[in-house]
T-cell receptor, first 115, second 114 residues
Framework: EAGVAQSPRYKIIEKRQSVAFWCNPI?????LYWYQQILGQGPKLLIQ????????DSQLPKDRFSAERLKGVDSTLKIQPAKLEDSAVYLC?????????????FGPGTRLTVL | AQKVTQAQTEISVVEKEDVTLDCVYE???????LFWYKQPPSGELVFLIR??????QNEISGRYSWNFQKSTSSFNFTITASQVVDSAVYFC???????????FGTGTRLKVLA
């Protein structure tokens, strides 16, 4: 069974530029998550989708971050404009329909460096 | 409020030594789930174990074992006869019943020296 796919693996941009990350979840997983992991910290949830609807985006900086999951499969996370503090690894995860305690499976992440 | 504490920032051991990674959690819920993930240098979080709050049985999987104690709110992870390939950052996470959210600890970096 194929795991969670993410691209690109690495991205370097200048501050104030825009960037987009792509995620394809495990087949059949209705729930998709985006996390931000700053160096030396645990992952922090940015947004959760159930199929193509947003369940929780309370920690997403909506003035610069946006995410979509058209057709309830793959998803895109965008940052515009980027700030230095956005340098982090962006992890995508997926799980079966969330009923509490579902195991999340993670992709390899995208390492973003903002100069 | 829910919280996960991994007090050990970094541990170094020599190959074949046993090592225990500590995880202490806080929650007001009676139904919750605990997880351990491994993050090797490649960056991907690899699922190791899931335990619900009603199952306090310890678990063993090969060289890995987990000790869940509700009385002390701890879910510790032991690697027996450590190997260089065990070198990684290990995260403990908590999810309260009825929610999907994981709260991660800050991780413990394990270095196994040959």
């Amino acid at each position: 069974e194929a795991g969670v796919a993410q691209s690109p693996r690495y991205k370097i941009i200048e501050k104030r530029q825009s960037v987009a990350f792509w995620c394809n979840p495990i087949s059949g997983h209705a729930t998709l998550y985006w996390y931000q992991q700053i160096l030396g910290q645990g992952p922090k949830l940015l947004i959760q989708f159930q199929n193509n609807g947003v369940v929780d985006d309370s920690q997403l900086p909506k003035d610069r971050f946006s995410a979509e999951r058209l057709k309830g499969v793959d998803s895109t996370l965008k940052i515009q404009p980027a700030k230095l503090e956005d340098s982090a690894v962006y992890l995508c995860a997926s799980s079966l329909p969330a009923s509490g305690g579902d195991t999340q499976y993670f992709g390899p992440g995208t390492r973003l460096t903002v100069l | 409020a829910q919280k996960v504490t991994q007090a050990q920032t970094e541990i170094s051991v020599v190959e074949k030594e046993d090592v225990t990674l500590d995880c202490v959690y806080e929650t007001r819920d009676t139904t919750y789930y605990l997880f351990w993930y491994k993050q090797p240098p490649s960056g991907e979080l690899v699922f190791l174990i899931r335990r619900n709050s009603f199952d306090e049985q310890n678990e063993i999987s090969g060289r890995y074992s987990w000790n869940f104690q509700k009385s002390t709110s701890s879910f510790n992870f032991t690697i027996t006869a450590s190997q260089v390939v065990d070198s990684a950052v290990y995260f403990c996470a908590l999810s309260e019943g009825g929610t999907y959210k994981y709260i991660f600890g800050t991780g413990t970096r394990l270095k196994v020296l040959a």
